[in-house]
């Protein structure tokens, strides 16, 4: 098992920015590629980023690129995700999420083993 404990969440007005740090604990951290999620009131959970074992390769949901940006740190078992030009429509409670999956950039929910508790992201206009 993989523990996850997302930090970072908040109120911050739009166009401000936030960093989301998720802290692994339990088994070898870089066996895993990490992605972040988000679920706003009344809709499903959505893929936000993700980034492979190493670092080497991330994907990201079109809405963010260019805003958000996914890292990891494997000598510290963290990843994090800067958030920054922060819009109304990011506000969403934020998952960090482990996979085991052989693909480099797993972006279903369902390839997904370990998450975290969620951290709330409120953006006012």
Known sequence: QVQLVESGGGLVQAGGSLRLSCAASGRTFSNYAMGWFRQ???????????ISRSGSSTYYLDSV?????????????????????????????YYCAGSSSRKLTPRRNDEY???GQGTQVTVSS
């Open 65 to 93: 690129k260019g805003r958000f940006t996914i890292g990891r740190d494997n000598a510290k078992n963290t990843a994090h995700l800067q958030m920054n030009s922060l819009k109304p429509e990011d506000t969403a409670v």
């Open 113 to 115: 083993n370990f998450w």
């Open 40 to 50: 706003a009131p009344g809709k499903d959970r959505e893929f936000v980023a993700c």
